[in-house]
């Protein structure tokens, strides 16, 4: 597995050459400076470590550092404490110059390039000390997950994020949505607290992505001279429906808070296939006494739909017992589940397996002497089922 490039917190870069600029991100807002305000003021790491804007927008929240022996990272951070004390003492020394320096002209360049390094280098060496010193006294990748790029009330859950992750507050905020992105089939993650407010949803429903209807059987050549036409051949079975996401979370340890639904819904299967068609009848034979033309043959039987989606399979486990919060996997009729009832400070897992696929359309008759008979339409196919639920004690690693 290849790691992540680093991420340091709140930098990223625009390009590579010297007119490229550095992004300094704070969350709630940013500040631009050139490749040479960025240098005069000496920040950590140097310019060609920062990542490009794409690589930052997606690992800003994995906390991959650059060092691999753990003595780099308590040097990292004395160096970190140096550049506090150092931004410390100059704050002390040039305080009282700093209202001066606001209130220049910003066309002089020099005196705005210093107050954005004088504020913003105080700011990121003690955002950095803070971050790594979190990091090496604790597990958890995130305090508290997802804490950025909502969107509508949606966060979409990154194939990079599904797996691996060490959470200690898993919070869904009221009427917020968690759901995967699409080409996730799995998440496991480990999380201490399950936090959610009202109506809030964890969304693990299979993509909406209609399977592939199987292709059409190729005519069959006309039967020989004075013999009747073979019967079409049987459509080709529909795919499966596509299985909600399966979840699991280990470590569990407090749930709380509003009312919250994890959605399990599976897809419908796909349709069957259309029977081939029925081989033509052979004609009448070209000699003396020879047999008639002769009939087609029966249309081929539409194939059989696929099976619908199972529902998601849910695996959960709790420090402090083999299911304390009394968490059940609930499966209504195959289709489309709406909300459920959930009363205050309850989880429901509830959703609907789907609907098995519609049978293929049966073949045409094959030409011949006299009417024939077209191919019957393929059955349904079988309704998803239940997804496994499986809720236990944590034995920890």
Not at 100 to 117: I, K, M, P
Not at 135 to 153: C, I, M, Q, R
Not at 287 to 303: P, V, Y
């Amino acid at each position: 597995m290849v790691n992540p490039p680093i991420v340091p917190r709140g930098l990223y870069r625009t390009g590579d050459s010297n007119d490229a600029e550095v992004c300094v991100d704070f969350g709630n807002g940013q500040k631009i400076l050139s490749y040479y305000s960025y240098w005069n003021a000496s920040y950590l790491p140097y310019f060609s470590d920062l990542p490009e804007k794409n690589d930052y927008l997606k690992y800003k929240n994995v906390h991959v550092f650059k060092y691999n022996d753990i003595l780099d990272y308590y040097n990292y951070i004395d160096m970190a404490k140096k550049s506090i004390i150092k931004a410390k003492k100059d704050l002390d020394e040039r305080g009282p110059f700093l209202e001066r320096l606001r209130d220049l002209d910003y066309d002089d360049y020099l005196s705005a390039v210093d107050v954005d390094v004088f504020e913003h280098r105080l700011k990121l060496r003690v955002d950095e000390y803070n971050t790594l010193k979190r990091y090496l006294n604790t597990h958890w990748n995130y305090a508290v997950f997802p804490n950025s790029d909502w969107k509508e009330g949606i966060y979409y859950v990154d194939p990079a994020e599904a797996k691996n992750l060490a959470i200690e507050t898993l919070y869904i905020p009221e009427g917020g949505t968690l759901c995967p992105k699409a080409g996730v089939t799995e998440i496991n993650w480990a999380v201490k607290n399950l936090k959610f407010g009202h109506n809030s949803t964890f969304d693990l429903s299979a993509p909406d992505v209609e399977p592939i209807t199987p292709g059409d059987w190729s005519d069959l050549p006309p039967a020989p001279e004075g013999l009747p036409g073979l019967p079409g051949r049987e459509g080709v079975k529909g795919r499966p429906g596509t299985p909600g996401v399966s979840l699991t979370l280990r470590g569990v340890e407090n749930i709380g808070g509003g009312s919250l639904w994890i959605k399990t819904d599976g897809r419908p299967g796909g349709p069957g296939g259309r029977g081939g068609n029925g081989q033509a009848g052979g004609e009448r034979e070209r000699k003396l006494w020879g047999r008639r033309a002769q009939s087609g043959g029966q249309g081929g039987k539409g194939g059989q739909g696929g099976d619908g989606g199972w529902t998601s399979s849910i695996n959960i486990s709790f420090r402090t017992g083999d299911n304390p919060f009394r968490l059940l996997s609930e499966v209504t009729n195959p289709g489309t589940s709406n909300r459920p009832d959930i009363k205050e400070s309850l989880i429901r897992i509830y959703g609907a397996p789907g609907r098995g696929g519609s049978g293929g359309s049966g073949g045409e008759p094959g030409k011949g002497s006299s009417t024939n008979i077209p191919g019957e339409t393929g059955s349904s196919g079988a309704p998803g089922r239940a997804g496994s639920a499986v809720f236990s004690r944590d034995l920890g690693d």
